[in-house]
């Protein structure tokens, strides 16, 4: 069976963001980038069941610009055995990524799909849905656990009432929650051996996806400052200070 | 447990800064055929790399001819220099010392200047691995260095093996580089190993803290150049403060204070604070945001401290062997320079060390050195005797029949009471941020909790029994990351120690007045995650 991961790139989780002064977005230049965490956990979970002897071949994919090969040779250098670049200059909103895994899958033909719930930058959580019904074959989200048998998925998700486990027959979507697994580290040799592993280059227009996109950013913000707090001497002024704010 | 894997290299060079970069890239320049890698400890090239910086271009003009048709990100001309004299409310123009005459040199920001060289190494054939933490050095049977041992990953804070433990591996080559910055834990141990300090004074050091600001709009002049002495250290303590005018409305600012002070009580961190908040810092950055900020320490022992910088299998480069220029406050060019001379010095010897000690001392490297080396040393004097001083030696360039000694940061210590505290004449801060744990996340470091604690303290019964009394805790009040802290609980007085928060600046290995805390690498990639510094 082959793995097909998604392996979005994003601002690291370590950065402080900082939004643009003319709130046309956040700051990307000079910031450290790395692979969107759901995404290694989606990753290692490939990896796991190609140990496991379920998975034959484990493949990455990242949209984005021609830089983005340094990040698949990550995801190489992680243990995938090749890695699809589909080279695009402009951002890539949900509905569109979907579209475009479609086509790889309709090319690839991967028993399984795995990615990320969600990407920490936009946060969407759309694209392993969206995936799934154009593609036409059974989602399970959010997954905490993953078992493969008999040509099925049974996956283990956190709901708000405890686990839930269902059922999905392959080939299907699955995206990953942060409890899936823990991401192994890369060894030095392991990064040495990931420079002659192939990537697939693939300009996006020639896929001949619709890249119409449906949302429209008006502004971005950073969260508005606390303002300055007042200091009381003790538990008398507190009392009648909140008492004048009617919190009391 | 199963064998540990090796790879092989003719060189590894640990650290990729100025040093072990332009040192990999002259040696694939001149010997294309060599292997050469690169180990770094931040999880990005440049993220735990911090200085003013201003630098001199002229050594980077001979290792990248053409760099100034594609400049590093941040690369602001130099235009005015000022320096002042600060008092608590105002402060006076002096002239501009010669070595701080910054007509033709550039601002930049040193980290995002790596990130910029790495790449430009790497297209020559260097592996440049960053993540991963040379923890060790390993030696050959005749005792010569055989390269380092990276380490290992995914060690619980007892030592046990977490699950996705994988051990580190060996890189063995022919000669390493240690390019390691301002007191590496590699170095220090080598440098007690082989004595390559026998014939050389203590080293010597400072703790600069940085803070790169957005401010509003209209106040910036980029390329002005502003240094100051004088408030908010007294005339005994070695202090002073940098500001520098970048493009885009970002202001770098910082404080360094020299780590001979005497003060148990003094702390670097309020010091820089303090002097944010001076009339003619404070309005410069008022409503303006913190982008990053971080500290290190700066190496500043100069000529008379400078280690032998050979052994055996490996020698020693830019900060980490002590190069920098103290009265120019400047250290990137010295390290370019010695970094290109050991790349020259080896592929002209069949990557022999022998004798690259002798040829950086008969470099310009040296000779810059020694021509400002009782500069640094007139200021254990104070204030005033350390300018008139630098006055005479910058005048007779040098040239004194003298040599001023120096002697060991942690030695200078004084114990409490003896001596008359100097009086701090802090006023009350309003810039941000609050305090230290305020500050750190500015520097946005990341260690994972459940590792080893990198900060070895080799007997911790001395903190709340013999320093308590002696020096008061002085690592509560050195440390810029708030590391070190006495908590008093059920179980008693102790020392905590958050290592979580370090940002790596290794002031605590420094001066701590009974030499037993010892700073060692972390998991590969934890740490501060400087921004643009």
Known sequence: MKILVGYKRVVDYNVRIQVKPDGTGVVTDGVKLSANPFDDIALEEALRLRE?????????????????????????????????????????????????????????????????????????????????????????????????????????????????????????????????????????????????????????????????????????????????????????????ALKQKGLL | ?????????????????????????????????????????????????????????????????????????????????????????????????????????????????????????????????????????????????????????????????????????DIRAKVTVLAEGARGSLTKQLIKRFRLDADSDPQGYSIGIKELWQ???????????????????????????????LDGDRIALGYVSGLDYTDPNYQPWEAFQQWKNHPMVKPLLEGGSILSGGARAIVTGGYQSLPKVEMPGALLIGDTAGLLNVPKIKGTHQAIRSGMLAAEHLVAHDLKPAGFDAKLRGSEVMAELKKVRNIKPGFKKGLWFGMVNAAWETAVGGASPWTLKNKADWSMLHKLGQQEEPKRDYVQRELPPRDRLAAVYFAATEHDEDQPVHLQIADTSVCVTKCAEEYGNPCTRFCPANVYEIVDDEAGKRLQINAANCVHCKTCDIKDPYQIINWVTPEGGSGPNYQNL
């Open chain 2, 1 to 169: 447990m199963s064998e540990r894997e090796t790879m092989e290299y003719d060189v590894v060079v640990v650290g990729a800064g100025p040093a072990g970069l332009s040192f990999a890239i002259r040696l694939k320049q001149l010997q294309p055929d060599t292997s050469v890698c690169v180990i770094e400890k931040a999880s990005t090239i440049g993220a735990q790399i911090l200085s003013g910086a201003v630098i001199e271009p002229q050594p980077l003009d001979a290792l990248l001819p053409g760099w100034r048709d594609h400049p590093p990100p941040i690369c602001v001309p130099a235009a005015d220099d000022e320096f002042w004299l600060l008092s608590k409310t105002g402060g006076r123009k002096l002239p501009v010392p010669p070595g701080m005459n910054n007509h033709g040199n550039f601002i930049v920001s040193l980290g995002a200047m790596c990130a910029w060289l790495a790449p430009q190494a790497e297209a020559l054939g260097v592996d440049v691995f960053p993540g991963f933490a040379a923890a060790d050095t390993i030696y050959n049977e005749d005792g010569s260095v055989a390269g380092v041992r990276i380490g290992d990953m995914g060690v619980a804070k007892d030592g046990s093996h977490k699950s996705g433990y994988t051990q580190g591996i």
């Open chain 1, 52 to 240: 496991k002897g379920i998975a034959t071949e484990v493949v990455v994919v990242g949209i984005g610009p021609a830089d983005l090969t340094a990040h698949l040779r990550n995801g190489l250098a992680m243990g995938a055995n090749r890695a699809i670049h589909v080279v695009t200059s402009e951002a890539v909103q949900p509905l569109t990524a979907a579209r475009t895994f479609l086509k790889l899958v309709e090319k690839e033909q991967p028993g399984l799909v795995l990615m990320g719930k969600q990407a920490i930058d936009d946060d969407a959580n759309q694209t392993g849905q969206m995936l799934a019904a154009l593609w036409d074959r059974p989602q399970a989200t959010f997954a905490s656990k993953l078992e493969i048998a008999d040509g099925k998925a049974t996956v283990t998700r956190e709901v708000d009432a405890g686990l839930e486990v269902i059922e999905a027959e392959l080939p299907a979507v699955v995206t990953t929650d942060l409890r899936l697994n823990e991401p192994r580290f890369i060894k030095l040799p392991d990064i040495m051996k990931a420079k002659s592993k192939p990537i697939d280059t693939i300009e996006f227009a020639s896929l001949g996806v619709e890249a119409h996109d449906h949302l429209t950013t008006t502004r971005y913000a950073a969260p508005a400052k606390r303002s300055k707090g007042v200091m009381v001497k003790d538990a008398a002024e507190l009392v009648a």
């Open chain 2, 215 to 245: 401010v509003p709009a209209g106040r910036v002049t980029p390329g002005k150049i502003v240094h100051s002495v004088g408030w908010p250290a007294d005339s005994r303590t070695y202090g002073g403060s940098f500001l520098y005018h």
